[in-house]
């Protein structure tokens, strides 16, 4: 490419305020990608503020190509910026409409896309100084004075061009070599800059700094099964005393009948949580702290199975509603490396695991893993997504995370399958591991719940047809389960704040 | 050990009230059942927990005083289940019968493996029941034989509220808890069953028994803290009772998932050389005796290893055990290079210590062989180790010792074999006196090396020489050609003993239907198939026939007959069906039928095939089906 020199007449005004928005998109998306807070005022300013990014690009876009600006740099400047909000805005968009795949997808495609864009950059750039360098070689060439003998002059010429400089933007630097400098060059320039993209990578998605907290609603209540009423209401038909004798004939109605008229009520004889405290939820929660659904990501196969298509969110949807504790207005979901960035009381009780293909943990997984279920007091809710398979995968995993629990089945009067909802048998939508729920204890704690049987395909909008029996007991259990897991939290924690004392 | 209590006489008495109450449906015992008419006079055993009017832990209430009668230790019973002597007394005439009927009492107290054994009432116990309480439990006792717990539950529960007093009341309550583990209700069977045996009846044998399950429960469900503190107070309260047997046993399953080797050193020693072996502890202290053995060997302790054997087996056994508990370490050991010497160790110390063993005396057959097993066990510990010169040696030895013979050179051959010297194998095989099983031998070594024209020269020669047995060496030659892939060949021979051996035609018919299936003659094959008798295998065969020629209608015609005529296989073809017609082009009907398997067989493990096949090929979400286990 050649380099044109040019001079950008950019108005001051303009570019303050663009600054301006630019530190508060930055704070946005600061609060919106590691602080979270969930507050609706929050959120509203977030998606204005995201929103205004769009006109502000749009704008930016038509002054580079304007007459006055026409300049292919310049324009390339303001349209990779304004790409970088513009994508932002999209997975903001796809985020809050509540679509996960696509905003999965379009995350993936934009950092693919973003890594292409800066290689391009770092191409034009290395190509833009090494020509410099070039010229500046040509430049003292021209100037050397101009010897008679030829011997001399050659001599004279090695020289100036031997002088091989340190800087890594000259294709010359001595560490390039000789034979193939450019070569070696672009080599060097693609390997450090797939390098710096991947680690900026890492420490945007997955280091430390990004801390996560996860709070539980505040509230308290006990650990019981729900009790169900029924109240009995006797509606008497009136009756009407007749004179046999009269001239009206009636229809006598029998003396006794009675209607009878059932209304099964069931009320919350309790409130369901844990603790002392106001309202249904838990001890040790924040007043802004709600319960969420997250779903653990992993290599290797189908974590995302029925992701996004109402299984995940159902299931939290009547989990609030059930147990009338506050709950997340959409599902999440996290890596497994990103289970560490949650801090020892602030992490989520629960995550949700399912699939039906391989599941394929690193050894640095497995350790957090196993540090997330013995040393944060998490648990996992397992669920069969679809083959024997994933049976084995799981357990296999299970047995390297926690080497020493032997699964076991759990029993039908476990408090898993009594509280909040008395389940008296295991509902599953298709027997793909077998038909018991096994579980791994540790100190008497159920710290991985598996179920063998797709209990999420029950939870979906079609309940994948299943009969309203089986699915009104899919949803118990998974109440029962999201609930053991919170208490059991709760319980942890008081216990942690008593020691404290 | 078991002890008979009872007396002539109070068998007899027993067996003649058995036989008038035989059927345990008789009119007499529903009567004074239903009518509740049995005066409630028996008692607890001493107990200062429960009082009068306090609620039983299944329903019933304790209303009598304490009696303070004897009570039956474990060791007083015979071990016999009542509903064996149940079955066997209308058969009782008189005295001597019954005589005869204990002392087979006594002679059942052989060994044998029975985990239930905890689970029983004495005869002596049964005999104190009146007939209405024998009754009750009896039909109790038929659903839970039966399997059918929910209802036993309810009829152990009805024995408890009528008869609480009764001797078998701890019986029927520990029943009713094993009844509630069945149901996967481990917590209940432990708290409100269990538990309430011991405090009830503490000095009942089924107090013993229940402290052991309060144990396997909690060990059952995971809760492994719980389970090794109830298993202690089982070694700590009854520690020769055989609940510490079996209590030591699950402790020992605990330490291998705690990793706990010194425990479990520990207590395998306890069962070896301090339990004493009953009929119901021989099985566990022997499997321990041979665990400690080999967990002696690969440390390098042969001595210990032998000791813990010789608590079990004498002789030649003792010898024979040494060496196959020996051969596994020794194997490991030498495997790695750091540990190699320890095990050439154990081998030269199980050698030298087998060789010390060898009888002196050959003056019989029987002893002759007896020794030359020892050079047999001396030879296989060597070949653990991997020294194929020693073992060469040993069995030269035992060759010039004892002359040659089939067995020894068999041994010989095969171990040759084990280390891929075929052809030596075979110059041992060619020696033996018996020509027809050398040819055999030599045949299954040429195909072990997939050599089958030489196996079937090998077979065909006894053909010829063997004519007794033309039809077993025609059918070896047809397998070698069916190995090699020459199916025509097989064919012919199955054709040929189609005609000899008319006796097993179905069999020849069968082998010649899947040799033309698999040499790609699916007509021929289905033809053959179909005059099997063996349905549904061959129509299972026939529509995959079908479904190879791409004759996805016939294939769906032949699985519906198995859907109607074969329950069991039912699943499997309906989800064939949806397969073929997924084959043959037709989705929607493909659909339908993976929605049937789900919806017809939710229990069944095809219905997890088809949910998943309609989730991942159709993308169909609803694809119908859900159970519940109960």
């Given at each position: 490419?050649?380099a044109?020199?040019?001079?950008?007449?950019?108005?001051?005004?303009?570019?303050?305020?663009?600054?301006?928005?630019?530190?508060v998109?930055?704070?946005?998306?600061?609060?919106?990608?590691?602080?979270?807070?969930?507050?609706?005022?929050?959120?509203?300013?977030?998606?204005?503020?995201?929103?205004?990014?769009?006109?502000?690009?749009?704008?930016?876009?038509?002054?580079?190509?304007?007459?006055k600006?026409?300049?292919?740099?310049?324009?390339?400047?303001?349209?990779?910026i304004?790409?970088?909000?513009?994508w932002?805005?999209?997975?903001?968009?796809?985020?809050?409409?509540?679509?996960?795949?696509?905003?999965?997808?379009?995350?993936?495609?934009?950092?693919?896309?973003?890594?292409?864009?800066?290689?391009?950059?770092?191409?034009?750039?290395?190509?833009?100084?090494s020509?410099?360098?070039?010229?500046?070689?040509?430049?003292?060439?021209?100037?050397?004075?101009?010897?008679?003998?030829?011997?001399?002059?050659?001599?004279?010429?090695?020289?100036?061009?031997d002088?091989?400089?340190?800087?890594?933007?000259?294709?010359?630097?001595?560490?390039?070599?000789?034979?193939?400098?450019?070569?070696?060059?672009?080599?060097?320039?693609?390997?450090?800059?797939?390098?710096?993209?991947?680690?900026?990578?890492?420490?945007f998605?997955?280091?430390?700094?990004?801390?996560?907290?996860?709070?539980?609603?505040?509230g308290g209540?006990?650990?019981?099964?729900?009790?169900?009423?029924?109240?009995?209401?006797?509606?008497i038909?009136?009756?009407?005393?007749?004179?046999?004798?009269?001239?009206?004939?009636?229809?006598?109605?029998?003396?006794?009948?009675?209607?009878?008229?059932?209304?099964?009520?069931?009320?919350?004889?309790?409130?369901?949580?844990?603790?002392?405290?106001?309202?249904?939820?838990?001890?040790?929660?924040?007043?802004?702290?709600?319960?969420?659904?997250?779903?653990?990501?992993?290599?290797?196969?189908?974590?995302?199975?029925?992701?996004?298509?109402?299984?995940?969110?159902?299931?939290?949807?009547?989990?609030?509603?059930?147990?009338?504790?506050?709950?997340?207005?959409?599902?999440?979901?996290?890596?497994?490396?990103?289970?560490?960035?949650?801090?020892?009381?602030?992490?989520?009780?629960?995550?949700?695991?399912?699939?039906?293909?391989?599941?394929s943990?690193?050894?640095?997984?497995?350790?957090?893993?196993?540090?997330?279920?013995?040393?944060?007091?998490?648990?996992?809710?397992?669920?069969?997504?679809?083959?024997?398979?994933?049976?084995?995968?799981?357990?296999?995993?299970?047995?390297?995370?926690?080497?020493?629990?032997?699964?076991?089945?759990?029993?039908?009067?476990?408090?898993?399958?009594?509280?909040?909802?008395?389940?008296?048998?295991?509902?599953?939508?298709?027997?793909?591991?077998?038909?018991?729920?096994?579980?791994?204890?540790?100190?008497?704690?159920?710290?991985?719940?598996?179920?063998?049987?797709d209990?999420?395909?029950?939870?979906?909008?079609d309940?994948?047809?299943?009969?309203?029996?089986?699915?009104?007991?899919?949803?118990?259990?998974?109440t029962?389960?999201?609930?053991?897991?919170?208490?059991?939290?709760?319980?942890?924690?008081?216990?942690?704040?008593?020691?404290?004392? | 050990?078991?002890?008979?209590?009872?007396?002539?006489?109070?068998?007899?008495?027993?067996?003649?009230?058995?036989?008038?109450?035989?059927?345990p449906?008789?009119?007499?015992?529903?009567?004074?059942?239903?009518?509740?008419?049995?005066?409630?006079?028996?008692?607890?055993?001493?107990?200062?927990?429960?009082?009068?009017?306090?609620?039983?832990?299944?329903?019933?209430?304790?209303?009598?005083?304490?009696?303070?009668?004897?009570?039956?230790?474990?060791?007083?019973?015979?071990?016999?289940?009542?509903?064996?002597?149940?079955?066997?007394?209308?058969r009782?005439?008189?005295?001597?019968i019954?005589?005869?009927?204990?002392?087979?009492?006594?002679?059942?107290?052989?060994?044998t493996?029975?985990?239930?054994?905890?689970?029983?009432?004495?005869?002596?116990?049964w005999?104190?029941?009146?007939?209405?309480?024998?009754?009750?439990?009896?039909?109790?006792?038929?659903?839970?034989?039966?399997?059918?717990?929910?209802?036993?539950?309810?009829?152990?529960?009805?024995?408890?509220?009528?008869?609480e007093?009764?001797?078998?009341?701890?019986?029927?309550?520990?029943?009713?808890?094993?009844?509630?583990?069945?149901?996967?209700?481990?917590?209940?069977?432990?708290?409100?069953?269990?538990?309430?045996?011991?405090?009830?009846?503490?000095?009942?044998?089924?107090?013993?028994?229940?402290?052991?399950?309060?144990?396997?429960?909690?060990?059952?469900?995971?809760?492994?803290?719980?389970?090794?503190k109830?298993?202690?107070?089982?070694?700590?309260?009854?520690?020769?009772?055989?609940?510490?047997?079996?209590?030591?046993?699950?402790?020992?399953?605990?330490?291998?998932?705690?990793?706990?080797?010194?425990?479990?050193?520990?207590?395998?020693?306890?069962?070896?050389?301090?339990?004493?072996?009953?009929?119901?502890?021989?099985?566990?202290?022997?499997r321990?005796?041979?665990?400690?053995a080999?967990?002696?060997f690969e440390?390098?302790l042969?001595?210990?290893?032998?000791?813990?054997?010789?608590?079990?087996?004498?002789?030649?056994?003792?010898?024979?055990?040494?060496?196959?508990?020996?051969?596994?370490?020794?194997?490991?050991?030498?495997?790695?290079?750091?540990?190699?010497?320890?095990?050439?160790?154990?081998?030269?110390?199980?050698?030298?210590w087998?060789?010390?063993?060898?009888?002196?005396?050959?003056?019989?057959?029987?002893?002759?062989?007896?020794?030359?097993?020892?050079?047999?066990?001396?030879?296989?510990?060597?070949?653990?180790?991997?020294?194929?010169?020693?073992?060469?040696?040993?069995?030269?030895?035992?060759?010039?010792?004892?002359?040659?013979?089939?067995?020894?050179?068999?041994?010989?051959?095969?171990?040759?074999?084990?280390?891929?010297?075929?052809?030596?194998?075979?110059?041992?095989?060619?020696?033996?006196?018996?020509?027809?099983?050398?040819?055999?031998?030599?045949?299954?070594?040429?195909?072990?090396?997939?050599?089958?024209?030489?196996?079937?020269?090998?077979?065909?020669?006894?053909?010829?020489?063997d004519?007794?047995?033309q039809?077993?060496?025609?059918?070896?030659?047809?397998?070698?050609?069916?190995?090699?892939?020459?199916?025509?060949?097989?064919i012919?021979?199955?054709?040929?003993?189609?005609?000899?051996?008319?006796?097993?035609?179905?069999?020849w018919?069968?082998?010649?239907?899947?040799?033309?299936?698999?040499?790609?003659?699916?007509?021929?094959?289905?033809?053959?198939?179909?005059?099997?008798?063996?349905?549904?295998?061959?129509?299972?065969?026939m529509?995959?026939?079908?479904?190879?020629?791409?004759?996805?209608?016939e294939?769906?015609?032949?699985?519906?007959?198995?859907?109607?005529?074969a329950?069991?296989?039912?699943?499997?073809?309906?989800?064939?069906?949806?397969?073929?017609?997924?084959?043959?082009?037709?989705?929607?009907?493909?659909?339908?039928?993976?929605q049937?398997?789900?919806?017809?067989?939710?229990?069944d493990?095809?219905?997890?095939?088809?949910?998943?096949?309609?989730?991942?090929?159709?993308?169909?979400?609803?694809?119908?089906?859900?159970?519940?286990?109960?």
């Amino acid at each position: 490419m050649e380099a044109e020199p040019h001079s950008l007449s950019i108005p001051s005004h303009r570019l303050r305020l663009t600054g301006a928005f630019g530190i508060v998109w930055a704070i946005c998306l600061t609060n919106w990608m590691w602080i979270q807070l969930d507050w609706q005022v929050v959120t509203w300013c977030q998606a204005i503020v995201f929103a205004a990014s769009l006109p502000i690009s749009i704008a930016w876009i038509r002054w580079a190509r304007s007459p006055k600006q026409r300049h292919p740099i310049t324009l390339c400047i303001v349209l990779t910026i304004a790409f970088v909000f513009l994508w932002q805005l999209s997975v903001f968009s796809y985020d809050l409409a509540e679509w996960d795949i696509a905003r999965t997808q379009l995350a993936r495609v934009g950092t693919a896309a973003l890594f292409f864009v800066g290689l391009a950059w770092i191409v034009w750039g290395v190509e833009r100084a090494s020509q410099q360098f070039e010229s500046q070689r040509q430049a003292a060439r021209a100037e050397m004075p101009i010897v008679l003998d030829p011997n001399t002059e050659a001599q004279a010429f090695d020289q100036a061009t031997d002088q091989r400089s340190n800087h890594p933007l000259d294709p010359e630097a001595w560490y390039y070599g000789g034979h193939t400098p450019k070569l070696n060059q672009s080599v060097a320039a693609l390997a450090s800059y797939s390098i710096a993209f991947m680690l900026m990578f890492l420490v945007f998605t997955q280091m430390g700094g990004c801390r996560e907290l996860y709070e539980m609603p505040a509230g308290g209540g006990q650990q019981q099964t729900i009790s169900q009423t029924v109240k009995v209401q006797k509606v008497i038909k009136k009756k009407y005393v007749i004179n046999p004798f009269s001239a009206i004939s009636f229809k006598v109605p029998p003396i006794d009948e009675v209607k009878l008229q059932l209304t099964e009520i069931t009320k919350h004889a309790y409130t369901v949580g844990y603790g002392q405290g106001a309202g249904a939820g838990f001890a040790g929660g924040t007043k802004q702290g709600q319960v969420r659904f997250i779903r653990l990501e992993y290599a290797g196969g189908d974590w995302d199975q029925d992701f996004g298509i109402g299984a995940d969110v159902n299931m939290l949807i009547e989990y609030g509603v059930r147990t009338k504790q506050k709950v997340a207005k959409r599902t999440e979901s996290r890596t497994i490396v990103q289970l560490k960035n949650f801090p020892a009381e602030k992490s989520p009780p629960m995550v949700y695991l399912t699939g039906q293909r391989n599941i394929s943990l690193s050894d640095s997984e497995v350790k957090i893993l196993r540090e997330y279920l013995l040393e944060k007091h998490g648990m996992i809710f397992g669920d069969n997504g679809g083959s024997d398979g994933f049976h084995n995968q799981f357990v296999g995993m299970m047995n390297r995370v926690l080497p020493n629990v032997r699964p076991s089945r759990i029993p039908l009067d476990d408090m898993i399958h009594r509280v909040p909802f008395q389940i008296p048998f295991l509902p599953y939508v298709a027997p793909h591991g077998g038909k018991d729920a096994l579980g791994w204890r540790v100190d008497g704690r159920l710290v991985c719940y598996y179920h063998p049987g797709d209990i999420g395909d029950a939870w979906t909008d079609d309940h994948s047809g299943v009969s309203p029996e089986i699915y009104e007991a899919c949803y118990q259990l998974g109440t029962n389960v999201i609930f053991y897991a919170h208490a059991e939290y709760s319980k942890w924690l008081f216990s942690r704040q008593q020691r404290k004392k | 050990m078991v002890v008979l209590a009872a007396t002539a006489k109070e068998v007899s008495d027993m067996t003649q009230r058995l036989q008038r109450n035989a059927n345990p449906f008789s009119p007499e015992g529903t009567t004074a059942n239903s009518l509740g008419r049995e005066p409630q006079d028996g008692g607890y055993p001493q107990n200062p927990k429960p009082r009068r009017g306090d609620t039983m832990p299944c329903g019933g209430r304790v209303v009598s005083p304490l009696r303070s009668s004897v009570r039956f230790a474990q060791t007083r019973t015979w071990g016999l289940r009542p509903r064996l002597l149940h079955a066997a007394a209308p058969r009782l005439r008189d005295h001597s019968i019954a005589l005869v009927i204990a002392m087979i009492g006594c002679l059942s107290s052989i060994p044998t493996a029975s985990a239930a054994r905890l689970d029983e009432l004495s005869l002596e116990r049964w005999a104190k029941l009146r007939e209405v309480e024998r009754y009750q439990l009896n039909i109790a006792e038929k659903y839970y034989r039966d399997k059918n717990y929910k209802v036993a539950v309810s009829e152990y529960e009805k024995f408890l509220t009528l008869y609480e007093g009764s001797e078998g009341a701890p019986y029927a309550q520990l029943k009713w808890s094993l009844c509630k583990i069945e149901l996967r209700q481990q917590n209940t069977a432990i708290k409100e069953g269990f538990q309430s045996v011991i405090d009830y009846w503490p000095d009942s044998p089924e107090a013993v028994a229940a402290a052991y399950y309060i144990g396997r429960g909690y060990k059952d469900i995971g809760e492994v803290r719980k389970a090794k503190k109830a298993y202690q107070v089982v070694l700590d309260d009854h520690p020769k009772h055989l609940s510490a047997v079996y209590a030591v046993v699950d402790l020992i399953d605990i330490t291998t998932i705690d990793d706990d080797v010194e425990t479990r050193v520990k207590l395998w020693k306890r069962l070896t050389f301090d339990t004493e072996r009953t009929r119901e502890s021989t099985n566990h202290c022997v499997r321990a005796s041979q665990q400690l053995a080999t967990y002696s060997f690969e440390r390098g302790l042969f001595n210990d290893g032998v000791k813990a054997l010789e608590t079990t087996y004498s002789d030649e056994q003792a010898v024979y055990q040494v060496s196959n508990h020996a051969r596994g370490p020794v194997s490991r050991l030498v495997s790695k290079d750091e540990t190699k010497n320890k095990g050439e160790q154990i081998a030269d110390q199980g050698v030298a210590w087998i060789r010390q063993q060898i009888p002196t005396d050959r003056s019989t057959p029987e002893a002759k062989q007896a020794a030359l097993n020892h050079w047999y066990y001396m030879a296989d510990l060597q070949a653990a180790a991997r020294r194929e010169e020693k073992v060469a040696e040993i069995y030269d030895q035992a060759l010039k010792a004892f002359g040659a013979n089939d067995k020894t050179l068999q041994r010989l051959g095969d171990w040759y074999k084990s280390i891929t010297k075929y052809d030596q194998a075979r110059q041992q095989y060619a020696k033996f006196e018996n020509k027809i099983e050398a040819q055999n031998q030599i045949a299954y070594s040429y195909r072990q090396q997939q050599n089958y024209e030489a196996a079937v020269q090998a077979y065909q020669r006894n053909v010829a020489a063997d004519p007794d047995n033309q039809a077993k060496w025609s059918s070896e030659v047809a397998n070698a050609y069916r190995e090699a892939r020459k199916y025509d060949q097989a064919i012919a021979i199955y054709n040929e003993l189609m005609k000899t051996d008319s006796e097993n035609a179905d069999r020849w018919l069968w082998l010649m239907a899947t040799s033309y299936r698999d040499g790609g003659k699916h007509k021929e094959a289905i033809g053959y198939y179909r005059q099997c008798n063996n349905f549904p295998s061959n129509y299972q065969e026939m529509a995959g026939c079908h479904r190879a020629l791409k004759e996805y209608g016939e294939a769906v015609i032949l699985y519906n007959q198995i859907v109607g005529g074969a329950p069991k296989t039912a699943p499997w073809a309906m989800l064939q069906i949806g397969y073929t017609n997924e084959q043959a082009g037709k989705k929607e009907s493909a659909i339908k039928a993976f929605q049937q398997v789900c919806k017809n067989f939710p229990k069944d493990r095809y219905a997890s095939q088809a949910h998943a096949h309609l989730q991942t090929k159709y993308k169909i979400t609803v694809t119908l089906g859900g159970a519940k286990d109960e």
